[in-house]
């Protein structure tokens, strides 16, 4: 397997899918190419500038920018969909169309879901 696509489509706190999804893509990374698809409500996890400290828990963007080699695609289309299209973002992130989101999932070797 050459390349991996991790689909995050659940809200980034709440549960432990988009902890598990980060560090799954961070520990692939020197072994294959990867990309972490934020669609539906994972594109939460785009907005810049969030604090996690009232929740107890780790701040998740902050793996992102631990990790600026890893690809991160962001369905622009959900993002919208949730009034977020107006928010400051994370700089490492791409907007995508519809048509890019699923194109570069299906030239992926391999798709996770979270």
């Keep these: 397997m050459k390349s991996v696509f991790y689909l995050l489509d ?3 706190y709440g549960s432990e899918k988009a902890f598990g999804a980060l560090n799954a893509a961070a520990v692939s990374l020197s072994e294959m190419d990867v990309t972490l698809g934020l669609y539906g409500d994972g594109v939460y996890l785009a907005v810049a500038g969030q604090d ?11 793996i992102l920018y631990a990790y600026g080699e890893l690809r991160v695609l962001v369905h622009e289309p959900s993002l919208v969909e949730r009034g977020l299209f107006g928010e400051t973002f994370i700089e490492t992130l791409e907007l995508t169309d519809e048509e890019e989101f699923f ?5 992926s070797d391999c798709v996770l879901s979270f």
């Design 52 to 62: 996690s400290r009232k929740l107890g828990l780790p701040n998740l963007a902050d």
């Design 10 to 12: 659940t809200a980034p």
């Design 103 to 107: 194109e570069a999932m299906e030239s």
